[in-house]
């Protein structure tokens, strides 16, 4: 196993995420725990350290059943990070419920890392609030040696994690991105690895097989890789792309089944990461895809200046690939439930007003027509 040097802390580059725990899935509470404990010890014995778990991963039930677990092993064997669920309106003004809770259910007397969860345009506002108090209270945590480290995971836009980092930056420890290399230009994860660098906050990556979407590539679509590795799959050349940044310290890989958990830590056990070529091949990839699936929308905002709605057309394009490419988002419901019914895509009274001034010539209006089935499923 690879490791990276974080403060004092080795922590493995391969960190098991749980929040697609052997069962039913993410959504659901159902968890394999005979199968779970089998890919935990596995994992041990591998030699990844780090877990991360969070308050609303299978219904709440992740952080209990993986507590349970990792109680079996000596409490300086591992580190264990959750987080607090800033995307639930309902929890804003709850933070020391919520720590606490989390506590009992895993049964640490401390985390190693916590975060403020999910730092997008839903929440941005309650988090910088101090009314709601979450900053001061999971700072306190801190100070008392409750919490080790502290950070967020973000898939709010560029602007969010500018609006956090210049409130918050200098408490942060780490953050947690979105960043693979599809998402490279499709969600500007680039320009976010940069500005944390910047910051000289160590990056933790999440979904870097985007939730498994890679393994779907066909053969057809991976065959210009195969002239620089052939034996390397599309899982390994993800895993190898990131192994390139100096700041990325963690990887987290939801792994489901043991099989994959095997795939994932063979490849972990050396450091080979991508050259220039292969990059650029790599992402030429990803750029194919997105052509091939997203509409061209270059955020001009020609549009907006149209809309007798005063809709937010380059943000609801943005949403509608996303969804288009991976299926139903709970992210992009989340945002979209928050606005006002004035302000979301169904509010699009069709006049095209948009489409007149559009340099892409997108038919804006039938995309908000089909967006606002999309979110019905």
């Given at each position: ?12 580059a391969?960190?098991?995420g ?21 890919m ?9 350290n780090y ?54 259910k895993?049964g640490?007397e ?30 306190k945590?801190k ?7 502290l ?13 956090f ?21 499709f ?15 160590p ?27 052939p ?8 895993f190898r792309f ?9 990887i ?8 994959q958990?095997e ?6 056990e ?8 292969e ?32 809709l ?13 490419y ?52």
């Open positions: 196993m690879i490791y990276k040097n974080f403060k004092d802390k080795k922590l493995s391969l960190g098991m749980c929040m697609r725990l052997p069962g039913d899935g993410y959504g659901n509470p159902f968890i394999e725990e005979a199968e779970t404990r089998k935990v010890a596995y994992a041990f014995e591998k030699g990844i877990f991360d778990t969070a308050w609303g991963y299978h219904a709440g039930r992740s952080e209990t059943v993986m507590g349970n677990i990792l109680c079996e092993y000596p409490r300086d064997s591992y580190y264990i990070a959750t987080k607090f669920p800033g995307y639930d309106s309902s929890l804003w003004d709850k933070v020391e419920d919520v720590f606490e809770k989390q506590i009992e895993t640490m401390y985390f190693d890392f916590y975060m403020f969860h999910n730092v997008c345009e839903v929440n941005i506002d309650a988090y910088l609030d101090p009314e709601y108090g979450i900053f001061d209270y999971l700072k945590q100070e008392q040696g409750r919490i080790k480290h950070g967020f995971s973000a898939h709010g836009d560029l602007p969010v994690l500018k609006r980092l210049e409130a918050y930056g200098k408490d942060m420890e780490f953050c947690q991105i979105q960043l693979n290399w599809f998402d490279w230009t969600q500007d994860a680039k320009a976010k690895l940069e500005l944390l660098k910047e910051w000289d906050i990056v933790w990556v999440m979904e870097p097989l985007r939730g498994g979407k890679f393994a779907e590539l066909t053969d057809e679509d991976t065959c210009e890789l195969k002239k620089f590795r034996d390397a799959n599309i899982i390994e050349w993800s990131l192994q390139q940044f100096d700041n990325v310290k963690m987290l890989s939801g792994m489901s089944v043991f099989e958990m795939e994932n830590i063979g490849i972990f050396t450091d080979e990461p991508l050259n220039e070529e990059t650029n091949a790599l992402l030429n990839l990803g750029e194919k895809i997105i052509t091939r699936n997203a509409l061209p929308c270059t955020e001009c905002s020609y549009c907006t200046t149209h809309c007798p709605m005063e937010n057309i380059p943000r609801f394009i943005s949403q509608y690939n996303e969804i288009c991976r299926g139903p988002s709970f992210l992009v419901s989340l945002e979209i439930s928050s606005l006002p019914d004035d302000k979301k895509p169904s509010a699009c009274i069709g006049c095209r007003s948009c489409e007149a001034v559009c340099p892409q010539q997108i038919k804006i209006a039938d995309m908000m027509a089909d967006f606002t089935e999309k979110l019905k499923n």
